[in-house]
């Protein structure tokens, strides 16, 4: 099983339409969750983090279910510009490893006219 | 530029010869880590360092690859005897904390060096 696991799509929708993202991680002693986003060859981008009690930025909602090991991701309105790979990451380290952030295969999304 | 930075952005060797990647932190950032993400595959975990410590290195390839950041100037990922396998996206990203009480700890990227073996 992997540490971390998306549905990779791709996933084409079109513009303002609500699209939902899941994930899934292995770790039930993960300490902290995270939304990236990667443009085609370039760096990932700290999308949001993701709290247990849940979050919202604007069109974007995360959900953190601890019990099932499950995350999630909403964006509402959907852009143009929202088109991109969305990766699932987690903190399962403690200690001197805490700094590893482990990453899913990611989930494509496009968004077209 | 107060964000991470990494040079060179494309590096080509022939097997055999070493690739040295750069990588300086965002400003006030004194933890580093270095990813790789081979071709159509998610990113790797390789190494976590702080300044003159390598903190965590289970991600790393145990010959040819290592690692550095020292007390002046920025990371280095060294790749002795590079081979057709190594050739990759290598992205460092940097954070400012990482113990876990009190931080989530964020890490921010820099653009990546595409290291091509020939």
């Known amino acids: 099983r992997k540490e971390v696991e998306q549905d990779p799509g791709p996933f084409n929708v079109p513009e303002g339409a609500t699209v939902a993202f899941n994930c899934t991680y292995s770790n039930s002693a993960s300490q902290s969750f995270f939304w990236y986003r990667q443009d085609c060859r370039k760096e990932p981008k700290l999308l949001m983090s993701?709290?247990?009690s849940g979050n919202e930025d604007g069109r974007f909602t995360a959900q953190l279910n601890r019990a099932s090991q499950y995350i999630s991701l909403l964006i509402r309105d959907s852009k143009l510009s929202d088109s991109a790979t969305y990766l699932c990451?987690?903190?399962?380290?403690?200690?001197?490893?805490?700094?590893?952030?482990?990453f899913g295969q990611g989930t494509i999304l496009t968004v077209h006219p | 530029n107060a964000g991470v930075m990494q040079n060179p952005r494309h590096l080509v060797r022939r097997r055999g010869q070493e690739a040295r990647l750069r990588c300086s932190p965002m400003?006030?950032?004194?933890?580093v880590y270095w990813y790789r993400q081979l071709p159509e595959e998610g990113l790797k975990f390789m190494v976590y360092l702080q300044k003159e410590n390598i903190i965590d290195e289970s991600g790393m390839p145990k010959e040819r690859f290592s690692a550095e950041f020292p007390k002046e100037g920025p990371s280095i990922l060294r790749i002795q005897q590079v081979v057709r396998g190594d050739s990759a996206a290598y992205f460092c990203?940097?954070?400012?904390?990482?113990?876990?009480?009190?931080?989530?700890?964020?890490?921010?990227f820099g653009p990546g060096t595409r290291l091509t073996v020939l």
């Open positions: 990451v987690v903190n399962m380290g403690s200690g001197t490893s805490y700094g590893k952030l482990t």
């Open positions: 400003k006030g950032h004194s933890h």
């Open positions: 993701v709290y247990s």
């Open positions: 990203a940097s954070s400012s904390r990482t113990h876990p009480t009190g931080t989530r700890n964020e890490q921010f």
